[in-house]
């Protein structure tokens, strides 16, 4: 019997329960005032029943009253025997910031482990260092200058806001978590660190850049920024230079460079800005620098020769601008009638104003304000996801402004994550579409810069991207319809041109549709992030390149200029013309680059109006100053289309320049690997499986194809059986 008690005394230790007087009658009867085994205690002698010991405590021996902690484990002072112990929360997690100017927001993520407890509190130490890693230098405490919010210590929440920084410094956060029992624990409280330089803060203002030697091509610059650089911070530089005509961007390592291939006798304006872990700082003030004017032998006639020259080329100037009004004032004219909109006034009073950049700006959201209007983010209304942008996503919403209509919008947002650098270009966007006003051009509506999300407002475009929409309508449109399009498109980027706007990323992806067909262009100011890159379209190459929409000169010396535009311009159309088809189907971007400089061009799509095909090619002419001005581009497209007989011819494919896609060069008869790739180059790859169950798989089978087999295979459309028997035919010839 006795053993058989035992037996169920052990059975409950073993199961965690309590003796209880109650349940233990017997028990009790026998063991009265007996001492708790090990692990079970009796904090009052007149306490009648014995409890285990609560988590992370133990009593070694029979008969305590009270369990000890385990090593690493406390109780407060006023926390009774019956209390858990608990131990000091692990360190904080995932230390994020973002900075604006010299502004800090810290965040963290709460610690992995609370240490069994709910009172996690944290402190922030701040200090300022040599080097941008704290053991790289000295640390002192954060002057008086600093301020915090809500304050450094008992901090509740997992962030803290700093204010007062100063600029070009390095700095060291210690964020340590804490909770009651922190105090207990002799090895002090676990905590995570963020180093960070405000370098990027700081204009270059006191940058003085200067001409170190020119030359009729060349100029060598230097500048030295307002302080010395700390031996810690990775700092390189971001040169814009612009002319009339072109406008490059080249980083470099030191405080100097060598600008090549200038043109002689021309005034560039320089800026510079500097490039830090943490992003690019503001642009330096414009600098004008001239290069000296072409050598020449000194012959007596040649101060001669350059004043007839001067004056012709003043009367060709004068006789030009009378010739572009007048063609500016029928276009415009024209333009009211097929796309109506309110932008045409102001567009004359801005002729030839350049934009201005969002990087002139020390504060990018006052830069922002300035044209772009602040929206209140109750006039709006979200309604579903359309697209990804680059920065997060784009939805469709409703817009009411309190005393207007309402109507519907699209909205562009900043991903909440997204790092301190990129609402800055997020922005920039907004600040270019603001300043612009045209039919062809995406309008803004405004921006919410106030509250978090960061948005802009945009219209709505009903049909989308331009890419997307013609690889959906392929069937249904017109040659008429597509030559309007790309007139919008060359419209738009002309008004682009005048303002010295380069875009830079021109592709059917980056065009807006409209329900009545209006394109528009859009995407303006982006530096690409392209982490979603998934097609390789934009390729680093020291920086993002859409190599296969990029002239030549753009991708080797990143000379961008309006007519390197007009090289992707051409890219669009034959997209356009191939409702969609990627360019240079499946080649490499490696691949591209070579044909192209080896004189090779995109062939002329199926079906293509000769007279387009012509225009695309002049659009790719390698040497930039023979391409087509977008004007003439867009006269020449509103000429096709006042006489559309003119569409009727189709484009010859030429082997000696133009590449065969997708590409077995030197192949004789038939250039295609499979009956697939033939039948995608002739856009036919919908009757794939038409010639898989006839049993067509080889290019040999098809050569004896009739119209009577194509449609005993079903394929019964006319226009398709042509085009399937034509290109048949090419191979036999
Ligand atoms: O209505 C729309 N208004 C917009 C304004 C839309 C998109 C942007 N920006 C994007 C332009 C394309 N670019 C590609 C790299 C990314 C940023 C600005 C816009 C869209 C749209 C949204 C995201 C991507 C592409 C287009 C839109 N998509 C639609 C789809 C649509 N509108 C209407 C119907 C639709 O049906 C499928």
């Known amino acids: 019997m006795a053993g058989s008690v035992w037996l169920q005394v052990f059975n409950r230790l073993f199961h965690g329960q309590v003796f209880h007087k109650e349940e233990n009658k017997e028990l009790y009867g026998k063991c009265k005032r007996q001492a708790c085994p090990v692990n079970f205690y009796r904090s009052e002698m007149d306490t009648p029943s014995?409890?285990?010991?609560?988590?992370?405590?133990?009593?070694?021996?029979?008969?305590?009253?009270?369990?000890?902690?385990?090593?690493?484990?406390?109780?407060?002072?006023?926390?009774?025997?019956?209390?858990?112990?608990?131990?000091?929360?692990?360190?904080?997690?995932?230390?994020?910031?973002?900075?604006?100017?010299?502004?800090?927001?810290?965040?963290?993520k709460p610690p992995k482990d609370s240490g069994g407890r709910r009172d996690v509190s944290y402190n922030v130490e701040c200090a300022q260092c040599q080097g941008i890693a704290p053991d790289e230098g000295l640390c002192q405490p954060c002057g008086a200058a600093v301020h915090f919010s809500p304050g450094t210590k008992g901090l509740t929440l997992p962030a803290i806001q700093i204010d007062g920084l100063e600029p070009y410094a390095n700095y060291?956060?210690?964020?340590?978590?804490?909770?009651?029992?922190?105090?207990?624990?002799?090895?002090?409280?676990?905590?995570?660190?963020?180093?960070?330089?405000?370098?990027?803060?700081?204009?270059?203002?006191?940058?003085?850049?200067s001409l170190v030697k020119r030359g009729p091509r060349r100029l060598e610059l230097s500048w030295a920024g307002s302080r010395p650089r700390s031996p810690g911070v990775n700092l390189s530089y971001e040169l814009h230079v612009l002319n009339q005509e072109e406008e490059r961007h080249q980083m470099v390592p030191e405080p100097r460079v060598l600008l090549t291939e200038l043109q002689p006798d021309t005034t560039y304006v320089v800026r510079v800005r500097t490039l830090t872990p943490l992003g690019p700082g503001p642009f330096s003030p414009d600098h004008e620098f001239r290069t000296s004017p072409p050598l020449s032998k000194g012959l007596s006639g040649g101060e001669i020769v350059a004043v007839v020259f001067g004056l012709m080329l003043a009367l060709a100037l004068i006789l030009g601008f009378l010739i572009v009004r007048t063609r500016r004032?029928?276009?415009?004219?024209?333009?009211?009638?097929?796309?109506?909109?309110?932008?045409?006034?102001?567009?004359?009073?801005?002729?030839?104003?350049?934009?201005?950049?969002?990087?002139?700006?020390?504060?990018?959201?006052?830069?922002?304000?300035?044209?772009?209007?602040?929206?209140?983010?109750?006039?709006?209304?979200?309604?579903?996801?359309?697209?990804?942008g680059e920065f997060g996503e784009v939805y469709r919403?409703?817009?009411?402004?309190?005393?207007?209509?309402?109507?519907?919008?699209?909205?562009?947002?900043?991903?909440?994550?997204?790092?301190?650098?990129?609402?800055?270009?997020?922005?920039?966007?907004?600040?270019?579409?603001?300043?612009f006003n045209h039919e062809h051009i995406l309008h803004l509506e405004g921006v919410v810069t106030k509250r978090k999300p960061i948005m802009i407002i945009t219209e709505f475009m009903e049909n989308g991207a331009l890419d997307a929409f013609l690889r959906a309508q392929e069937e249904q449109l017109a040659p008429g319809q597509l030559v309007s399009m790309l007139q919008g498109i060359a419209s738009g980027m002309s008004?682009?041109?005048?303002?010295?706007?380069?875009?830079?990323?021109?592709?059917?992806r980056n065009i807006l549709v409209s329900q009545n067909l209006c394109c528009k262009v859009s995407d303006f100011g982006l530096t690409r992030l392209l982490d979603n890159d998934r097609d390789g379209t934009y390729e680093t190459q020291g920086g993002k390149i859409p190599i296969r929409w990029t002239a030549p000169e753009a991708i080797a010396h990143r000379v961008f200029t309006s007519a390197s535009d007009v090289w992707s311009f051409g890219v669009v159309m034959w997209e356009v013309l191939s409702f969609g088809d990627k360019p240079y189907g499946d080649m490499s971007n490696q691949e591209v680059m070579k044909s192209i400089e080896d004189g090779y061009r995109l062939p002329p799509p199926v079906d293509c109006p000769a007279p387009l095909y012509d225009l695309m090619k002049c659009c790719w002419a390698y040497d930039r100053t023979c391409?087509?001005?977008?004007?003439?581009?867009?006269?020449?497209?509103?000429?096709?289309?006042?006489?559309?007989?003119?569409?009727?011819?189709?484009?010859?494919?030429?082997?000696?320049?133009?590449?065969?896609?997708?590409?077995?060069?030197?192949?004789?008869?038939?250039?295609?690997?499979?009956?697939?790739?033939?039948?995608?180059?002739?856009?036919?790859?919908?009757?794939?499986?038409?010639?898989?169950?006839?049993?067509?798989?080889?290019?040999?089978?098809?050569?004896?194809?009739?119209?009577?087999?194509?449609?005993?295979?079903?394929?019964?459309?006319?226009?398709?059986?042509?085009?399937?028997?034509?290109?048949?035919?090419?191979?036999?010839?």
């Open 50 to 108: 014995c409890l285990k010991c609560p988590p992370h405590s133990t009593a070694k021996s029979v008969g305590a009253t009270i369990c000890t902690c385990v090593s690493g484990h406390y109780r407060t002072p006023g926390e009774g025997p019956q209390v858990a112990c608990t131990r000091p929360p692990s360190a904080p997690q995932n230390i994020s910031f973002s900075l604006s100017g010299t502004q800090l927001s810290l965040q963290w």
């Open 172 to 209: 060291t956060f210690r964020v340590e978590a804490k909770n009651g029992v922190s105090d207990l624990d002799p090895s002090g409280s676990p905590s995570a660190t963020l180093s960070l330089s405000t370098g990027h803060a700081e204009p270059l203002s006191g940058l003085s850049l």
């Open 329 to 388: 004032r029928t276009q415009k004219q024209k333009r009211q009638r097929e796309c109506p909109s309110d932008g045409g006034d102001r567009e004359d009073k801005l002729w030839l104003k350049p934009y201005v950049d969002l990087q002139a700006y020390e504060d990018p959201a006052q830069g922002a304000l300035d044209f772009a209007r602040e929206l209140d983010p109750t006039w709006l209304t979200v309604d579903t996801v359309i697209g990804e």
């Open 397 to 435: 919403g409703i817009l009411r402004i309190p005393g207007h209509d309402c109507f519907t919008v699209a909205i562009k947002t900043l991903k909440a994550s997204s790092p301190d650098g990129h609402w800055w270009n997020f922005l920039r966007e907004a600040t270019i579409m603001s300043q």
């Open 495 to 508: 008004h682009l041109s005048d303002h010295r706007y380069v875009h830079r990323d021109l592709a059917a």
């Open 627 to 733: 391409r087509p001005r977008f004007r003439q581009l867009q006269t020449q497209l509103e000429q096709l289309l006042d006489s559309p007989h003119t569409l009727r011819t189709i484009a010859n494919f030429d082997p000696r320049v133009t590449l065969r896609l997708p590409s077995v060069s030197g192949s004789d008869g038939i250039p295609y690997r499979s009956v697939s790739e033939w039948l995608e180059s002739i856009r036919m790859k919908r009757y794939i499986l038409h010639f898989r169950s006839a049993g067509l798989d080889t290019m040999e089978c098809v050569l004896e194809l009739t119209a009577e087999d194509l449609k005993q295979m079903g394929i019964t459309q006319a226009g398709h059986q042509k085009r399937i028997l034509c290109s048949i035919q090419g191979f036999k010839d």
